[in-house]
């Protein structure tokens, strides 16, 4: 079974950080590709131990300015 996530990227620093908005489980590597293999290894042995749900709900991403 395979299912589609979505991931955020956050550049902390030493490290670039990808966390999965479906379920919170995060990762980071020193390079947005590195962050994203380690993150998708990170749900591979998540789901070794968790039963996979049938399906997530939908997650929509936007961007939105703020006065500060």
């Given amino acids: ?3 589609n996530f ?3 990227i956050q ?3 030493e ?6 908005l479906e379920n919170g489980i995060a990762s ?3 390079t947005i590709e ?3 293999k380690n993150l998708k290894e990170a749900l591979e042995l998540y ?10 709900p939908q997650v929509f991403v936007t961007s939105f300015e703020v006065a500060v």
């Fill in 47 to 56: 789901f070794d131990d968790e039963p996979a749900p049938p399906k997530y």
């Fill in 34 to 36: 590195d962050a994203l």
């Fill in 15 to 20: 490290w670039i950080v990808a966390t999965c």
């Fill in 1 to 3: 079974m395979t299912l």
């Fill in 6 to 8: 979505t991931a955020s």
């Fill in 28 to 30: 980071q590597g020193h």
């Fill in 11 to 13: 550049d902390e620093g």
